[in-house]
C-alpha cells in the first residue's frame, strides 16, 4: 500500500537527543562537561594554593585563624575546595567504571567514592567556615 | 578451557604441535611508548593526589578544632613521613596539573601530531621538575 506521492520526511529530521549529547546514557556528556569545567577552575586555584600553603606552613595555629579571617582568603579556599572534591569524584568514577567490570561491586564503590568526597567536603568546608567566624 | 575464547588461540609450531598463539602486544618485550606512561601516570597521580586530600582535610579539621590537634597534625607533617608524602603529592599535583594543562590542549585539538605529542611529553617533564623544584626552594626558604 506505499503510496509513491509520499515523501519520507524522517531521514531529513536531525537526531536532536543526539545533537544534545543524550545517548543511550541519559546523561549525555555532563560528566565529560563537568570534569573540564572543574578542571579549568583549578588551574589559577591551584597555584595560589600552593603558594598560600608555602606562607601558611611555617606559621603557628593563630596565624591560619587570622589568615581566614579574610573573606577573600576563605572564598577561594571553599571554590578550591568544591572544585577539587567534584574534580576527585568525577575522576575516580572513571578509573572505577575503567577497572571494576562487574556491576554491583562497580556500583557500590561508585557509591562509597562519592559518600566519602561528599564528607571530606563537607568536614573540610565547615572547618574553613568556623576558622573564618571565629579567627 | 576455562575461557571460550581460547579457542581461538589455538595454533600450530612449525613442527606442527599445537600450540597456545602468543598474545599481541607481547608485554614482557613491548616498551610502552612514553605518551603512554605519562598518559597512565595522569590517573595515577590523580589516584595519588586523592589520597592527600584526606591529610589536607586532616590540616583544616584540627586547624577549627584546637592547639592541641593542630600540635599533632603539624608533628606528622614536620615528621620524615610527613615530608616524604608532601614531596610526593607537590610532585603529584604539578605533574596532574602540566598534563591536565595538555589534556585540554587535546580537547581544544591541539598538538595530536606525533611530533608535537614528543614534544609536549619533554613540556610537560620539564614543567613538573621546575614546578616541583621551585615549590620546594621557596617553601624551605619561608620557614
Known sequence: MANPNKVDVAVMRSMLSRARGLGSAKSGTAHWWAQRVTAIALIPLAVWFVATIIQLSHQPRAAVGHWMASPIHAALLLALLAAMFHHMQLGLAVVIEDYVPAHRPKVAILLLVRAASAVLFLASAISVVRLAVAG | ???????????????????????????????????????????????????????????????????????????????????????????????????????LAWDFGHGFELSQSRASNRMVLIGTALFTVLTWVIGLAAQ
Open chain 2, 1 to 103: 578451557m576455562s575461557d571460550v575464547r581460547e579457542a581461538l588461540m589455538v595454533g600450530r609450531g612449525s613442527t606442527g604441535k599445537p600450540v597456545a598463539r602468543p598474545l599481541s602486544p607481547h608485554l614482557q618485550v613491548y616498551r610502552l611508548p612514553l605518551t603512554a606512561i605519562l598518559s597512565f601516570s595522569h590517573r595515577i597521580t590523580g589516584i595519588a593526589l586523592s589520597v592527600g586530600t584526606f591529610v589536607l582535610v586532616w590540616w583544616l579539621v584540627a586547624a577549627a578544632t584546637s592547639d592541641a590537634s593542630y600540635a599533632t597534625v603539624s608533628w606528622f607533617l614536620r615528621s620524615p613521613i610527613g615530608y616524604l608524602a608532601l614531596f610526593g603529592w607537590s610532585a603529584a599535583l604539578w605533574y596532574h596539573f602540566c598534563n591536565g594543562l595538555r589534556h
